[in-house]
């Protein structure tokens, strides 16, 4: 669940919706690694138009993952633009 300062339009505070952890943010810059996601359901959904946020730290994302049946695909990006 991320904090918006809607004045300055920075991030205030960044709390892990797995175990309501605050992640380390910096002059509206997290500075650990958080999983994001920001999804919007579609059709012949049960949940049809609705739109989910959330953050995850690093240890509730592992043990998101760790529960799946098929891991996740992981490719190391070499260089970032």
């Not at 309501?20 to 012949?44: A, P």
Request: aromatic share 10%.
């Amino acid at each position: 669940m991320r904090i918006i300062n809607e004045q300055v339009q920075k991030t205030e505070r960044v709390v892990c919706n797995g175990c309501g952890r605050d992640m380390e943010v910096e002059n509206g810059i997290l500075m650990e690694g958080c999983f994001h996601s920001d999804w919007m359901f579609g059709y012949f959904s049960r949940k049809d138009r609705e739109k989910h946020n959330f953050d995850l730290c690093e240890d509730c994302y592992d043990k998101m993952v760790a529960q799946f049946k098929i891991a996740p695909e992981i490719v190391v990006v070499t260089e970032l633009l």
